[in-house]
């Protein structure tokens, strides 16, 4: 039996995870695709939400705020790319500067430190490229980009090394009470545990009434987002908002991490919970609304498109907590935007309420450094050389388009939580996020899965079940 069995790899199962391990306790993660970051946690914007718009004193407010404030640390801890690039909410419209200043408002009540009120021409003096039609923003230096697979990738990593359990491939069919906790039913095997916890993402309201007859609902909200190749990246230097709506905050136009300019996203709630689908419906709709933040959109230089859903509560708020009528289960649930940026500061509070229940000795022998894949197109030459004289494989080049190398793909593959698909390389490597998409470099990638992994190349997968490359 588990002490506690996580339900879910995304970044929050994940962050929850890392902090549990923490203690002397065993823990495991089950998660029904093939990888960690597989669902909302591998299609969302980067972005480290400063936490002015969450309405304060509600939990978003609190976890994003806490969250925005432990990255930089966790960041340098897991050997993560993060900065600080801050972020804009712009106003095109007089009757808009009454929600501007609301934002203000609330930022200050949730502690977010350094925002500023600015004048249409003041905002262009700090980014030159948005709409002259801009009057008013809202200027928050304590925003932040990351990537959203490397935080993902790197907390599981770093829980693994402490000790947790992963099972992948392993959906969750029933869970039942027992005298000692749960038993949990997946598509593999049961396993028991002490306590349960809910990180399922669209699919945690599935989860939770499995044990619980309190009443919840996670709705689908699908978002398309454009991402457009490196050469106009540096188009914009902050992440631009525009004034949120009911349906979130709307499209946003910001720089990646990696250096990319992305776009996006839309906002449409459906049943289908699976439904990652792109359409011509929403390409038009983020061109339309991003021309009203940009002077200029560009539409030649689109690399791909992607869509992917977040799991908004109709209560519009994280539900964090113990089911009143199943001790010993809890749910994190509802954890749409903010979550990314959220995730540590969850990660941390659920370990807590772990501990107000039944308190566990802290592990002496806790890692909490994790050292990430070296991107050799990011090191200096001298550093690229000391790579490659200790393995030759780290100057052969598999992607051309993001120049990664042979030894980060073996590394990718080898090290904790190995990747096993060809996205699964993409995700810790950048090894098809290029400008051709994988067109060169998938051939090489599946030649070095199935060496490593000693299977035929006809069953190399793309990201899991039935998404085979070579029939």
Same mark, same amino acid.
């Given at each position: 039996?588990?002490?506690?069995?996580?339900?879910?790899?995304?970044? %929050?199962?994940?962050?929850?995870?890392?902090?549990?391990?923490? *203690?002397?306790?065993?823990? %495991?993660? $089950?998660?029904?695709?093939?990888?960690?970051?597989?669902?909302?946690?591998?299609?969302?914007?980067?972005?480290?939400? &400063?936490?002015?718009?969450?309405?304060?004193?509600?939990?978003?407010?609190?976890?994003?705020?806490?969250?925005?404030? !432990?990255?930089?640390?966790?960041?340098?801890?897991?050997?993560?790319?993060?900065?600080?690039?801050?972020?804009?909410?712009?106003?095109?419209?007089?009757?808009?500067?009454?929600?501007?200043?609301?934002?203000?408002?609330?930022?200050?009540?949730?502690?977010? !430190?350094?925002?500023?009120?600015?004048?249409?021409?003041?905002?262009?003096?700090?980014?030159?490229?948005?709409?002259?039609?801009?009057?008013?923003?809202?200027?928050?230096?304590?925003?932040?980009?990351?990537?959203?697979?490397?935080?993902?990738?790197?907390? =599981?990593?770093?829980?693994?090394?402490?000790?947790?359990?992963?099972?992948?491939?392993?959906?969750?069919?029933?869970?039942?009470?027992?005298?000692?906790?749960?038993?949990?039913?997946?598509?593999?095997?049961?396993?028991?545990?002490?306590?349960?916890?809910?990180?399922?993402?669209?699919?945690?309201?599935?989860?939770?009434?499995?044990?619980?007859?309190?009443?919840?609902?996670? %709705?689908?909200?699908?978002?398309?987002?454009? $991402?457009?190749?490196?050469?106009?990246?540096?188009?914009?230097?902050?992440?631009?908002?525009?004034?949120?709506?009911?349906?979130?905050?709307?499209?946003?136009?910001?720089?990646?991490?990696?250096?990319?300019?992305?776009?996006?996203?839309?906002?449409?709630?459906?049943?289908?919970?699976?439904?990652?689908?792109?359409?011509?419906?929403?390409?038009?709709?983020?061109?339309?609304?991003?021309?009203?933040?940009?002077?200029?959109?560009?539409?030649?230089?689109?690399?791909?498109?992607?869509?992917?859903?977040?799991?908004?509560? %109709? !209560?519009?708020?994280?539900?964090?907590?113990?089911?009143?009528? =199943?001790?010993?289960?809890?749910?994190?649930?509802?954890?749409?935007?903010?979550?990314?940026?959220?995730?540590?500061?969850?990660?941390? *509070?659920?370990?807590?309420?772990?501990?107000?229940?039944?308190?566990?000795?802290?592990?002496?022998?806790?890692?909490?450094?994790?050292?990430?894949?070296?991107?050799?197109?990011?090191?200096?030459?001298?550093?690229?050389?000391?790579?490659?004289?200790?393995?030759?494989? *780290?100057?052969?080049?598999?992607?051309?388009?993001?120049?990664?190398?042979?030894?980060?793909?073996?590394? =990718?593959?080898?090290?904790?939580?190995?990747?096993?698909?060809?996205?699964?390389?993409?995700?810790?490597?950048?090894?098809?996020?290029?400008?051709?998409?994988?067109?060169?470099?998938?051939?090489?990638?599946?030649?070095? $899965? &199935?060496?490593?992994?000693?299977?035929?190349?006809?069953?190399?997968?793309?990201?899991?079940?039935?998404?085979?490359?070579? $029939?």
């Amino acid at each position: 039996m588990y002490d506690v069995a996580v339900i879910g790899a995304g970044v %929050v199962g994940c962050a929850i995870a890392r902090e549990l391990s923490r *203690y002397e306790r065993s823990v %495991v993660v $089950l998660e029904r695709a093939s990888d960690v970051c597989e669902g909302t946690s591998k299609a969302n914007s980067g972005i480290v939400h &400063a936490g002015f718009d969450a309405i304060p004193k509600s939990m978003k407010a609190r976890m994003n705020v806490s969250g925005n404030e !432990k990255m930089e640390q966790l960041s340098k801890e897991l050997d993560i790319p993060f900065r600080r690039n801050g972020s804009m909410v712009i106003c095109m419209e007089e009757s808009g500067r009454t929600k501007l200043e609301q934002l203000y408002e609330y930022g200050q009540e949730n502690g977010v !430190k350094g925002l500023r009120l600015l004048t249409g021409d003041q905002a262009r003096e700090l980014e030159s490229g948005i709409s002259k039609n801009v009057i008013a923003a809202l200027y928050a230096p304590s925003g932040g980009i990351v990537c959203p697979f490397e935080l993902t990738i790197a907390l =599981a990593e770093n829980a693994n090394v402490n000790g947790v359990d992963f099972f992948f491939d392993t959906e969750v069919t029933g869970i039942e009470k027992t005298e000692g906790g749960y038993l949990v039913q997946t598509s593999t095997e049961n396993y028991t545990a002490k306590y349960v916890i809910n990180a399922a993402g669209v699919y945690a309201d599935k989860i939770h009434h499995m044990v619980s007859k309190t009443p919840m609902e996670i %709705v689908a909200r699908k978002g398309e987002y454009c $991402l457009y190749d490196k050469q106009i990246g540096t188009m914009v230097d902050s992440t631009i908002f525009q004034l949120p709506t009911k349906n979130g905050k709307g499209v946003l136009v910001t720089p990646t991490i990696h250096g990319n300019l992305l776009l996006g996203p839309t906002a449409t709630d459906i049943e289908d919970k699976e439904g990652i689908d792109t359409t011509a419906d929403g390409f038009a709709a983020i061109m339309e609304k991003a021309a009203l933040s940009l002077d200029t959109v560009p539409r030649g230089q689109i690399i791909t498109s992607f869509a992917g859903l977040r799991a908004h509560s %109709v !209560k519009d708020d994280f539900i964090i907590g113990e089911a009143t009528d =199943a001790e010993g289960f809890f749910d994190v649930a509802g954890i749409e935007s903010p979550g990314l940026t959220s995730a540590p500061a969850i990660g941390e *509070y659920v370990a807590e309420l772990l501990q107000r229940k039944d308190p566990a000795a802290q592990k002496h022998t806790f890692i909490s450094k994790r050292e990430g894949i070296p991107h050799m197109s990011e090191l200096s030459e001298e550093e690229k050389q000391a790579w490659i004289q200790k393995d030759s494989s *780290y100057a052969a080049v598999v992607c051309r388009c993001e120049m990664v190398t042979e030894g980060e793909i073996l590394n =990718a593959i080898h090290r904790p939580l190995g990747a096993k698909t060809i996205d699964g390389i993409k995700r810790r490597t950048r090894a098809g996020m290029g400008r051709c998409q994988a067109g060169f470099c998938t051939p090489k990638t599946m030649e070095l $899965l &199935a060496r490593e992994w000693n299977i035929k190349i006809e069953d190399v997968v793309k990201s899991g079940r039935n998404s085979h490359v070579l $029939l």
